[in-house]
């Protein structure tokens, strides 16, 4: 299976922001960085069957803007994804979508770069960042039992194909 992992968008300044953080949406710049981020998604002919988003404003925003980009069947919000979740919670995660087999997560940092970093078995926790915006892939091979391993069973099982900036993914479009 392939496993896209997304960070939010430019979603400005948290210290600026006044209200309940779980609610602070994208910027003007973040939502039009977006669009062009989802048009190179796009672009690279993504077959997403499912989406799966953190319960943020932030994150949500950034999952729509692709899912009305290449339409998955289906499209869910998680709690699992929320601020803190783990290898462990994406382990659960996988388990609730048997089916799938392009699967993309949205999410926050530094939480998707320390699953990242777990997946592929590059070590030290913070080795991998995706800036606001930007997307990875990763083949994730654990045979047949893929979607009910355990934490465990998915550190090192992945393959980084391809890690990608936003600056680059809106030139594809």
Request: charged content about 25%; hydrophobic content about 40%; aromatic content about 4%.
């Amino acid at each position: 299976m392939h496993v896209y992992v997304l960070r939010h968008g430019n979603a400005g300044d948290p210290e600026q922001w006044t209200g309940d953080d779980g609610k602070r949406p994208l910027t003007e710049e973040g939502r039009k960085e977006m669009r062009a981020v989802a048009k190179g998604l796009d672009w690279l002919d993504l077959k997403l069957d499912t989406i799966v988003t953190s319960p943020l404003v932030r994150a949500q925003e950034t999952a729509d803007f692709v899912r009305q980009a290449l339409h998955p069947s289906r499209y869910d919000t998680s709690q699992l994804l929320a601020p803190g979740c783990d290898l462990r919670a994406l382990a659960s995660l996988l388990a609730l979508y048997p089916q799938s087999r392009e699967l993309m997560i949205v999410g926050h940092e530094p939480d998707l770069g320390e699953i990242i970093a777990a997946l592929i078995g590059a070590g030290l926790p913070g080795k991998i960042q995706l800036k606001k915006a930007a997307c990875c892939c990763i083949k994730l091979d654990t045979g047949a039992g893929a979607l009910t391993a355990s934490a465990g069973e998915l550190g090192g099982k992945g393959v980084l194909v391809w890690h990608l900036p936003p600056r680059v993914l809106a030139r594809l479009a």
